[in-house]
């Protein structure tokens, strides 16, 4: 069973506009949530980071809310941009040997 | 940049070959990791070490080995390859950060075909 999932496989915005990317989890002793963006034939790269113990973390246009009762994680882009496109994966961190357990991804397109 | 590289970045093999992938890194990173990335599946967590000679398995390790017998390098053994093995595989390492995350960091991959 998974225990991180993207339930969305893909989004399409214009340029300029919000992209909200969503996550749900199982696991409630996950201590951190993480989001990669990955572009084709590249590795996976950090975008951004949230304890569980936050509700929110920004970093420019890119802000990741946390809500735990629903264990449920979001990222918002704001604005859009071309160059974001790409498959964004979350990830959950564990408590064993900085293991993170990823969702499926969803792939985004930023429409110009 | 991490300092993380595969090798190779591309292979093709036939079922039944011995396959190695070898993940390299510069900076002496304690934990490193293999992931397998299929479609829908993301990325899973084939096997993990946190030092010298000290592994584990992840979540999908049936089929693979792992060796570390120095810092920097990292092998991962397809023993017998299977066409279920086809795959791009990344290599990872763990760095603590200062948000306390312990972000992972990714290597180029490797995309493996098994005929």
């Known amino acids: 069973d998974q225990q991180v999932k993207q339930n969305s496989p893909s989004l399409s915005v214009q340029e300029g506009r919000i992209s909200i990317l969503n996550c749900d989890y199982t696991?409630?002793?996950?201590?951190?949530f993480l989001w990669y963006k990955k572009y084709p034939a590249e590795g996976p790269t950090f975008l951004i980071s949230?304890?569980?113990?936050?509700d929110k973390n920004e970093d420019g246009r890119f802000t990741v809310f946390l809500n735990k009762s629903a264990k449920h994680l979001s990222l918002h882009i704001v604005p859009s941009q071309p160059g974001d496109s790409a498959v964004y994966f979350c990830?959950?961190?564990?408590?064993?040997?900085?293991?993170?357990?990823f969702g499926g991804g969803t792939r985004l397109m930023v429409k110009p | 940049d991490a300092g993380i590289t595969q090798s190779p970045r591309h292979k093709v093999t036939e079922t039944g070959t011995p396959v190695t992938l070898r993940c390299h890194q510069t900076?002496?990173?304690?934990?490193m990791y293999w992931y397998r990335q299929d479609p829908g599946h993301g990325l899973r967590l084939i096997h993990y070490?946190?030092?010298?000679?000290?592994?584990d398995k992840g979540e999908v390790s049936d089929g693979y080995s792992v060796s570390r017998s120095k810092t920097e390098d990292f092998l991962l053994t397809l023993e017998s390859a299977t066409s279920s093995q086809t795959s791009v595989y990344f290599c990872?390492?763990?760095?603590?950060?200062?948000?306390?995350?312990?972000?992972?960091?990714f290597g180029p991959g490797t995309r493996l075909t098994v005929l």
């Open positions: 900076e002496n990173h304690r934990y």
């Open positions: 990830a959950a961190r564990g408590n064993a040997g900085n293991m993170l357990t």
């Open positions: 990872a390492i763990s760095v603590s950060g200062t948000t306390g995350s312990n972000e992972q960091f």
């Open positions: 696991n409630s002793m996950f201590d951190y």
């Open positions: 070490s946190y030092g010298v000679k000290d592994t």
């Open positions: 949230i304890s569980s113990i936050k």
